[in-house]
């Protein structure tokens, strides 16, 4: 009886011990392979919209899920909306279309990876709203416009 006693107690502690050893490999290596994103001048990470100029708001993808997320790229579904500003932007009518989402071109800024180009192509092969194409991309940059 007491031997078994000892045995728990022992397991208990390398039980214990193995979990905090593994939480603290698991959070060190989460935050320094953390990838993030430019999003209008701030350092993001999965945002759940991107806007393609920063000062007006105009073209935007919205309502993101991300499905992959890594280093190297990330892809998800989105709402690509552009408001052509017919009369003007305040009374334009917003035109949306399904998108498959992908951010690539990594950079490293202040030791962290941010991925820095995104790419929208429309998840029914039809043209963009108010496009001549199903695919749009751009730079998302670094520092706020307008």
């Known amino acids: 009886m007491r031997d078994s006693r000892g045995l728990c107690a022992v397991l208990s502690l390398s039980s214990v011990a193995a979990i905090t050893f593994g939480s603290f490999t698991y959070l060190h290596r989460a935050v320094a392979e953390q990838v993030y994103v430019y999003n209008c001048g701030l350092v993001d990470y999965k945002p759940v919209s991107l806007t393609k100029y920063c000062a007006d708001e105009g073209v935007a993808v919205g309502d993101i899920q991300w499905d992959t997320w890594g280093a190297k790229e990330a892809t998800g579904v989105g709402k690509y909306a552009i408001n052509p500003c017919v009369p003007n932007c305040v009374y334009g009518t917003w035109k949306?279309?399904?998108?498959?989402?992908?951010?690539?071109?990594?950079?490293?800024?202040?030791?962290?990876?941010?991925?820095?180009?995104?790419?929208?192509?429309?998840?029914?092969?039809?043209?963009?709203?108010?496009?001549?194409?199903?695919?749009?991309?751009?730079?998302?940059?670094?520092t706020p416009l307008g």
């Open 96 to 142: 949306n279309a399904d998108v498959k989402v992908r951010l690539t071109k990594s950079v490293e800024s202040k030791g962290k990876k941010i991925l820095t180009q995104i790419a929208v192509t429309t998840t029914d092969g039809k043209n963009l709203p108010l496009g001549k194409s199903p695919s749009d991309h751009w730079e998302l940059v670094s």
